[in-house]
């Protein structure tokens, strides 16, 4: 996996760990969000309901309304849901190998990678990782910055496949 990016000074480099996994979390919310609105569009569609005799006079109300907007919906976004899923996948093969028994879990340690999977793509909040490792919020903070400096260092290729280069 290379992953390039733009520099602050406008150079291309190697992104790093924390980018790509802000990015990732960026991904995963476009994704939550998109599915979520297809879910509830398709909760107000109501067309197995609707007849002809319920339906206004005056050609207003089509029942099929409803579908083709969520369709319109589906189509303008399906390129971005596609991107998210990507980025999404790309993060978890980062963090637990494409057999999902390697990655930073293997190469470095499954408390790292878990921690980085809860932070970044399931969105918990540093007190709430605190609460649910039983540590201070310091050593959730030293476990996440361990983490990325570890994949900055080792690669991101290396640590997806759950070798360890440093040593």
Same mark, same amino acid.
Request: proline share 3%; aromatic share 14%; hydrophobic share 30%.
């Given at each position: 996996m290379r992953i390039l990016s733009v520099t602050s000074s406008g150079e291309r480099g190697r992104m790093r760990a924390e980018e790509f996994f802000e990015q990732a979390r960026d991904a995963a919310r476009?994704?939550?969000?998109? $599915?979520r609105t297809i879910e509830d569009m398709k909760s107000r569609e109501e067309v197995g309901g609707a007849s002809m005799d319920s339906m206004?006079? *005056? *050609?207003?109300?089509n029942p099929m309304n409803k579908v083709d907007s969520r369709m319109d919906f589906e189509r303008l976004n399906a390129a971005t849901l596609e991107e998210a899923e990507r980025t999404v996948i790309n993060a978890r093969n980062l963090l637990f190998g494409m057999d999902g028994r390697s990655g930073l879990a293997r190469a470095f *340690?499954?408390? @790292?990678?878990? +921690?980085?999977?809860l932070r970044y793509l399931d969105k918990r909040t540093i007190s709430g990782l605190s609460?649910? @490792?039983?540590?201070?919020?310091? $050593? +959730? @903070?030293?476990?996440i910055r361990t983490a990325l400096d570890f994949i900055d260092s080792n690669g991101f290729e290396a640590t997806m496949s759950g070798r360890n280069d440093i040593n």
């Open positions: 476009d994704m939550e969000r998109i $599915t206004p006079r *005056g *050609g207003f109300g *340690g499954n408390q @790292y990678a878990e +921690v980085l999977w609460k649910l @490792y039983n540590c201070a919020t310091n $050593t +959730v @903070y030293r476990r």
